[in-house]
């Protein structure tokens, strides 16, 4: 089995892998389907308005957000996440993956039902847990201004289904270390080429030797030279991914290697079409589709924002949240409310709780377990007067 049969194997891969079309698709479906139950919200009376005979439900015109601004402000509250791991002095991977997390939440779920200022930290602290970088919550709550213990743990069921109840991200960086250890290994006279190319250790550093320098660079004479380009490349690649691949729609189009790949594209565009062509002889049908795939890869980090938006994107950004505060579902704003009233009555249907017929069967089925343990263990001793 290839690391390629592997991958498709993973959750990643299965659920969470798009083509640009169905991901617009299913971002534009969830886009409509919010604005739908907002509207709905905004025109059902309530009960004590129903009560009052002249009470007459008025149809409020709601401007809802756009498939365009719900991104926007998705964006901005992955940078705000960045920011946030980067101000816990957490490991990059959590980053990583509390990005993706968001990412994926708001694949089905809207800003417009959900706000992300809510979400966010429950997706680092789920992150922290899943790169095995565990806090208490308590701890983690500390870090953070007007944010309680109750704001982190109340989404986290919700945050899990949105999931799909999948917590693997499989992330680029793993890759990237392993490409790096390979072009040392090579520049220091040491690598093998891919059991497709018969070429030998000497061939091809010498291949390596003669790649185009970059620009505003001399050609490599040395050893010495190799290693300090690769070392350059490898750091600029290790930031895109950092930033830019955490920012787009990457994980979500192309495999991690295509993406450490494309980083090094645009990192050092020669070394890294050196190292494809180490891996793939000259007349791979493959070749041509991986270049293609890379270079849109490629273009799609070069176009990522990789740093806090500038005044113009400020102003869009605070036009934007105002008109979410005005297309916000009020039924979902409280999520500390609605997890309280979830665990004191699980049977009411008001705030996402429990129908009656699952809280039914899940009662019978918590009995039906209780008595297979009573026949497992016997029953109960009866006392004994002496």
Known sequence: MTEDDIYRTSTQYRLWSFTPETLASLRSTTNAAAAAGVKEAYHTPKPDDAQDEGHAAQRVDIDCLTVEEEQKIIGYYCLQTLELVDFCEYPTKVKATAVQYLKRFYLTNSP????????????????????DNFHYVKTFAAQLPKITTEDILAPEFLLTQGLRFTFDVRHPFNGLEGGFME???????????????????KEVREEMMAISPVPGSGKATSAKDLV???????????ELLKTSALLTDAYFLYTPSQIWLSTLM??????????????????????????????????????????????????ELKRIDKKLVQCQNPRKMDLVSINEAQKRDPGRNG????????????????????????????????????
């Open 112 to 131: 417009m039902t959900y706000h992300p200022k809510g979400i966010m930290p429950t997706a680092v602290y789920m992150a922290m847990k899943s790169e």
């Open 183 to 201: 072009l040392l290994a090579i520049a220091n006279g040491k690598g093998q080429a891919g059991p497709l190319v018969s070429k030998t250790a």
């Open 228 to 238: 300090l380009r690769i070392q350059k490349a490898h750091a600029i690649a290790k």
């Open 266 to 315: 645009l990192a050092d565009e020669a070394l890294a079409r050196f190292y494809i062509d180490s891996k793939l002889p000259a007349m791979s049908e493959m070749k041509p589709k991986l270049l293609a795939a890379l270079e849109r890869c490629a273009e799609m980090l070069r176009s990522s924002p990789i740093a806090q938006p500038d005044k113009e994107e400020k102003k």
């Open 351 to 386: 705030g996402g709780g429990l129908d009656e017929s699952v809280a039914k069967k899940r009662k019978l089925e918590r009995e039906k377990s209780m008595k297979e343990s009573e026949d497992l263990f016997g029953p109960a001793i009866p006392d004994r007067k002496t």
